[in-house]
């Protein structure tokens, strides 16, 4: 499968490039009191550990503005600071962060923006504009009668416009809403219309399982169409997991090639050793590992090698016994008892041989290529925006 990106400006965060040619970038929020530094950090050091590429702090307040020092000293990532309504912290974190995201809906008159232009572009980070939903201008809610995928476009190009006008283009721009249908649309929308790299996800997305079912529904579709530059799943839920979400996501779409790839069968009736608590055990022992290898739990001797051929290394069980394998050839039998030791330990070894053999670095994937076409006709059109764009694909 290969995906033709859709061609964006690129832009730096820190020292991530996000659009261009770069890998889509996972993101995640800390969920602890920005004030609370210690905790704070503890949490990014995890997310760091995850393999969470830029991390985003909440700034609510003047002592949560007072600790980004501190935070930010402690990172070895990028660190964002997200400002909502007092754009006084965003001139206060902007002296600090790599990146300060505003949502122009909700941070007030004009003016205040434009000082926090003079900010970032003083230090030479960009801006992320964000809009949604919960934040959109008074007309545009008027003009629509609801958050609608248009009114949320309109919003984000109206914001891109205006920046324009002051000269400023280092920015990153994200249009999210909670329901799939209206994220998609919106950024579909927006991204016949401008070349700015987005930042997709779908907000609120819901707790650890329905909301990666809905993230990897929406972030799905949208990077399958060539659309998104770095994303953030966002979920009720420990924030190292929306980083594994994340990469899982990209990593199905052959995006990004990091860590372990877990094949387990499904379980049936004649599994006789516990795949499930043996792949679950596997993720979480071997989440340091960032090299790229696909690793088997096959609960079935006769056909495991058969079924297990395309990974790298891996087992399969039952009666008793035990083997391991390695690109679909035996290797060795191996008691029951030892099976995930052996597999854990032979790994491990095979992950320090592709590194010493310099085949750790992970591959982009698909580039961006120019000319991205889009999977309709060009004849279809509509001009809810003022300027005609192409019709929604069916889905």
Aim: hydrophobic content about 40%; overall charge negative.
């Amino acid at each position: 499968m290969h995906i033709s990106r859709r061609k964006t400006r690129q832009i730096s965060v820190g020292q991530v490039k996000i659009g261009g040619d770069a890998p889509v970038s996972v993101q995640s929020m800390c969920s602890t009191d920005t004030r609370d530094v210690t905790a704070t950090v503890a949490q990014i050091h995890q997310l760091e550990a995850a393999g969470c590429e830029i991390i985003r702090v909440a700034v609510p307040d003047d002592e949560a503005a007072q600790a980004l020092p501190q935070i930010k000293a402690a990172m070895t990532v990028p660190l964002i600071a997200d400002i909502h309504f007092d754009h006084r912290l965003a001139l206060k974190a902007a002296q600090i962060v790599d990146c300060v995201r505003i949502n122009p809906g909700n941070i007030g008159a004009w003016w205040k923006v434009e000082e926090v232009i003079k900010a970032v572009n003083e230090r030479g980070i960009p801006l992320r504009v964000g809009v949604n939903g919960g934040s959109l201008e008074r007309p545009l809610l008027e003009k629509y009668g609801w958050p609608s995928p248009e009114a949320l476009a309109e919003s984000a190009l109206n914001a891109v416009r205006a920046l324009e006008d002051v000269g400023f283009t280092n920015m990153k721009v994200s249009l999210k809403a909670s329901d799939v249908h209206h994220a998609i649309d919106a950024y579909w929308l927006f991204s016949h219309q401008s070349d700015y790299p987005l930042h997709i996800g779908i907000t609120e997305a819901g707790t650890a399982m329905t909301g990666a079912v809905k993230s990897s529904i929406g972030l799905g579709y949208l990077l399958s169409q060539g659309i998104g530059d770095t994303l953030r799943v966002s979920l009720a839920a420990d924030p190292v997991d929306e980083v594994k979400v994340g990469f899982e996501i990209l990593k199905s779409l052959e995006l990004r090639h990091r860590g372990i790839n877990v094949i387990a069968c499904p379980t049936c009736g004649r599994v006789e050793i516990d795949v499930v608590r043996m792949a679950n055990e596997l993720e979480k022992k071997l989440g340091h590992i960032k090299t790229p290898l696909n690793v088997s739990v096959l609960g079935c001797v006769v056909n495991g090698i058969g079924e297990g051929k395309e990974a790298d290394i891996g087992i399969a069980g039952g009666e008793g016994k035990g083997i391991l394998f390695k690109k679909g050839k035996l290797v060795r039998k191996v008691p029951i008892e030892e099976l995930m030791d052996t597999l854990i330990e032979e790994v491990e070894l095979l992950a320090k041989e592709k590194e010493a053999e310099g085949n750790a670095s992970e591959p982009i994937g698909s580039s961006t290529e120019a000319g991205w076409e889009p999977l309709i006709p060009q004849s279809d059109h509509l001009s809810t925006l003022g300027k005609e764009i192409p019709v929604l694909p069916r889905r």
